[in-house]
């Protein structure tokens, strides 16, 4: 740091330094006797010197990064000292520990998740995100840094309870400054039993991930603080992964019901549909609840079935449509059970649209096969081309699996596409009622960008009613 001398040398003597800053040179004589310079003199005394704030007599020291920001040290190898202020840990596959600090539940070593370490780059809805049951078996990474700043509320869920196994954040939880908080994100985690650790370089995690896809982990907070590393280890490298596993049954409703809420709109809320004007069956791989909302805001009746439903017990409600619902896991696993009851209620000429898992298993119905993707679309700045209107849309995401377009019969054309890898978003049956689409059009979060679609359900709902 410069002294006050030094900066009024630099700037020519006392009288330039004074016209430089627009004062007298009394005011200069102050600097010296107060030994700093007001920080309304500093724009223009750096400006002419070319110095830096640091240089400057008076000003602030450079803040230190704050615990909050500060990533903790991350472990290759043997060495399983545990880091000053580590009070827990996410152990990998490989045997690669991140350190962190704990927050939300705690999970001993007997009883910490194991999951597939996935990351998410939107910068809002982290409750939706966190609550969407396309995230079971899932560790998510929040790329954004101010994750809980909101604090939550019990509107903004897309299941009853959280469905991620864990969270992963650079920054410590804040205090939420939102005014339809009720609850601190902390607080929320606790009573949900969700673990959540801070203070990992997840910009490091997130590249690890882009580069060599999602691996397995397992996040570790124990309220003794004693960590069993070899076993978490073992525990990480054992676990089978998504690939062939079945979650939808975990996710599902057990039995059907009615829903009417329909879209939050503010000051309102939520609304209710009073006069639906169709007939939809929802079956529920893992339904979103804003989906639901769309569903019914379309001008929708819709009646919710289990994933594991047949097609008699689907058909029995007379459906003008069905609605294949997202989901978590392989759709491969699911689709043992879910593509005859599809088969069946293409063949009946009912009208169908599907999301995500319900995209993908409509997919599976019509003769083509899916995929795991190396690290999958997570986040709500997906681009999307519609080939029918060619616009490009903005979209939510959350998948692991795609559609391989190149195994899709000649009766089936491709309606959407990725700009992010070319990978299938959507398709359309040509010689029966039926589409879908892998990303999800309801916007929570995310953008709007493609609530049309509910409406292009109701269209082809009607028109086959007419035709």
């Not at 190898?77 to 350190?99: H, I, R």
Request: net charge negative; with cysteine.
């Amino acid at each position: 740091m410069r002294t006050v001398e030094d900066i009024i040398a630099l700037l020519g003597g006392a009288e330039a330094a004074a016209q430089h800053c627009g004062i007298g040179t009394e005011a200069v004589r102050k600097w010296r006797q107060a030994r700093a310079i007001p920080p309304r003199h500093w724009p223009s005394i750096l400006a002419a010197t070319g110095l830096s704030l640091t240089d400057l007599p008076g000003a602030p020291e450079p803040r230190p990064e704050s615990r909050a920001e500060t990533p903790m040290p991350q472990t290759e190898t043997a060495p399983d000292a545990v880091p000053e202020g580590a009070t827990a840990c996410l152990v990998l596959g490989d045997g690669s520990v991140f350190w962190g600090r704990g927050f939300g539940a705690h999970t001993p070593a007997g009883r910490a998740p194991v999951a597939e370490v996935c990351f998410n780059t939107g910068i809002t809805g982290y409750q939706e995100t966190l609550t969407d049951p396309s995230y079971a078996g899932q560790i998510i990474t929040f790329t954004f840094p101010h994750i809980g700043n909101v604090g939550t509320n019990p509107e903004d869920l897309e299941a009853a309870t959280p469905v991620a196994r864990g969270l992963i954040v650079k920054q410590d939880v804040t205090e939420p400054a939102n005014y339809r908080s009720t609850r601190h994100l902390d607080l929320w985690l606790k009573s949900h039993d969700v673990p959540g650790i801070a203070g990992l370089d997840t910009r490091a995690l997130t590249a690890r991930i882009r580069d060599g896809g999602a691996p397995n982990g397992v996040l570790c907070f124990p309220a003794d603080g004693q960590f069993d590393l070899p076993a978490l280890r073992e525990k990480a490298a054992a676990w089978p992964g998504l690939k062939g596993m079945d979650l939808a049954k975990e996710v599902s409703c057990r039995q059907a019901y009615q829903w009417d809420e329909t879209e939050w709109a503010w000051p309102e809320g939520f609304g209710r549909q009073t006069a639906p004007k169709h007939k939809v069956v929802a079956v529920d791989y893992g339904a979103k609840r804003n989906i639901l909302r769309c569903l019914a805001s379309a001008g929708l009746e819709v009646t919710v079935v289990p994933a594991t439903a047949t097609a008699e017990e689907i058909l029995r409600h007379e459906p003008d449509g069905v609605f294949l619902s997202n989901g978590p896991g392989d759709p491969a696993a699911t689709g043992e059970y879910a593509v005859p009851v599809i088969r069946e209620v293409l063949d009946r000429r009912v009208p169908v649209f599907g999301i995500c898992l319900g995209h993908q298993l409509l997919g599976l119905a019509l003769g083509g096969s899916t995929y795991k993707l190396e690290r999958g679309h997570r986040g709500a700045n997906q681009p999307v081309k519609d080939l029918t209107t060619g616009k490009v849309e903005i979209t939510s995401q959350n998948h692991g699996f795609a559609v391989d377009p190149k195994s899709l019969p000649s009766n089936v054309r491709v309606t959407h596409v990725s700009l992010f890898d070319g990978s299938n978003e959507g398709l359309a049956a040509t010689d029966r009622p039926a589409f879908s689409v892998q990303y999800h059009p309801e916007a929570a979060p995310g953008p709007t960008d493609s609530h049309y679609l509910f409406h292009r359900f109701v269209d082809l709902i009607e028109k086959t009613k007419g035709g």
